[in-house]
């Protein structure tokens, strides 16, 4: 049984929005306690950080994304998203939720230009 499951991908226009949800099935305590964190990879490219959020809510995020994507988080519902407005084809990948160390199979993003 999948721990970590992301969703919202698909494909969007240039300048568009998406906005991806992740749902952990790990016990609060662990959820409330380990940061959560966004990676994504583009074809022929190596994963990458998006944002992140520590259990304090210290937010950092790719300076490809600054001002354009906003990541949140829920613990009571164990839950976490990636607001993500002015796409461009270059955020076109497949986006990975992170749990401490517990990863989701992903859900692709495409950007049309």
């Known amino acids: 049984q999948a721990q970590v499951v992301e969703s919202g991908g698909g494909l969007v226009q240039a300048g568009g929005s998406l906005r991806l949800s992740c749902a952990a099935s790990?016990?609060?305590?662990?959820?409330?306690?380990?940061?959560v964190a966004w990676h994504r990879q583009a074809p022929g490219s190596q994963r990458e950080l998006v944002a992140s959020?520590?259990?304090?809510?210290?937010?950092i995020y790719a300076d490809s994304v600054k001002g354009r994507f906003t990541m949140s988080r829920d613990n009571a519902k164990k839950m976490a998203y990636l607001e993500m407005n002015r796409l461009k084809p270059e955020d076109t990948a497949v986006y990975y939720c992170v749990v401490f160390d517990r990863w989701g199979q992903g859900t692709q993003v495409t950007v049309s230009s």
């Open positions: 959020i520590t259990s304090a809510g210290y937010e």
């Open positions: 790990v016990s609060e305590m662990f959820f409330n306690r380990n940061a």
